[in-house]
């Protein structure tokens, strides 16, 4: 049964299966923890295998406990045997995405196999997704450090998700890919800002193939169409998030009027604020970046005069957080005694701020060149 095991993990999408070896576990030798999922319903196998352990009878001490800890994480509904597993492996051609597709694309392995991908969304009222999401959930505990549990029994959380559709022997199954979830935080007077939450994971074998973009690309579509939405906000955003961002709000924004090459150049304008609120829900933060992602890609950065144009407009941007330093610092003159005083100049001092400023400005080219690669890459 191991072997057919390893067969399905190997040779199909059947069933994905984790090692969890980076913690320190005491009392083992040969310590192994893992844990089978199939790969659509997430129905698990978990098992803890070692080749000799510590006892209170022995060795006068005690082992952590290990399976405990697992226990705490994974939902009730697992097994640890493996033939029942194989036989919820066999049940996955049942398994049907839950909720509703908002979009579906191809991508080109490295064997030329055209693949299929959906995206989903869901809630709490699609039959079954509850318990489905308790078991997708556990994959943040095993790839996200600072994550935690999600209480879903508020129906303000909207959940996307993200399968591959695939055809074994005559069947069509879907394996998970990943998924994100949005919470709809109420706008006074009649207005919704949903906001993503940290808990956005696409699994490391689907990593890098492009999913998130099209997952992120997906949920502001989704929300564009929905004349309650004011904006699409992000809760703690990661730099890998923000940068996936920047990609996605790039693109949908590149073909609106507002952000014509042409007018780039001019600085950045009312109409781009409004019409990137109004059609795309992006806020006005969001749209400064994006313009100033395109006006790089429209700008001769080898002509010395439009450089300098450039980079005095991203800078003026960047200056703000030292502005404000500057006015704490004019207080500061008025309240402080001399020595305080000088202990504080050190931490504002002018030469210092110049070099951050120019450090954020080569940083933010270096995060849009990246961006402009990205779309060109695309086109």
Known sequence: MEKKLAEYKCDTNEATCLKLGSEVAFGYKGLQIQLFYTA??????????????????????????VEGKIREIIPAGFTSNTDDFISLL???ANFKPFGTMLHSYTVHNEEAEQLTYQIHKADISCPGFQEYH??????????????????????????????????????????????????????????????????????????????????????????CSLPKVQDITAEDPSENYVKLRDYVLTKLCQNLPSFDADKLHLGFSADMIREAQEKLKINKKHARRVYEILR???????????????????????????????????????????????????????????????????????????VIERLASQA
């Open 90 to 92: 066999e049940k996955e």
């Open 296 to 370: 790089l890609r429209a700008t001769d950065m080898s002509d010395e005069e439009k450089a300098r144009a450039y980079r005095l407009e991203v800078k003026k941007r960047l200056f703000g957080p030292y502005r404000k330093n500057q006015r704490e610092l004019a207080k500061m003159r008025k309240c402080l005694r001399p020595e305080e005083l000088v202990s504080h100049m050190g931490q504002l001092d002018t030469q210092t701020q110049h070099e951050e400023l120019e450090k954020s400005y080569q940083l933010a080219l270096e995060d849009y060149r990246r």
């Open 40 to 65: 659509g319903n997430l129905s698990t196998l978990f098992k803890v295998k070692y080749s000799s352990k510590v006892t209170d009878t022995f060795d006068c001490v005690e082992a952590d406990d």
């Open 134 to 223: 308790e078991r997708l959930q556990t994959f943040l505990m095993w790839f996200i450090e600072t994550a935690s549990f999600l209480d879903i029994d508020d129906d303000r959380w909207d959940f996307f998700l993200v399968f591959e559709k695939y055809n074994k022997d005559g069947e069509t199954l879907y394996a998970t890919v990943g998924y994100m979830t949005v919470y709809n935080y109420y706008v006074y007077p009649d207005k919704t800002r949903p906001r993503v939450s940290s808990q956005m994971l696409i699994l490391p074998p689907f990593q890098g193939e492009g999913h998130g973009a099209q997952l992120l690309e997906a949920v502001h579509r989704f929300y």
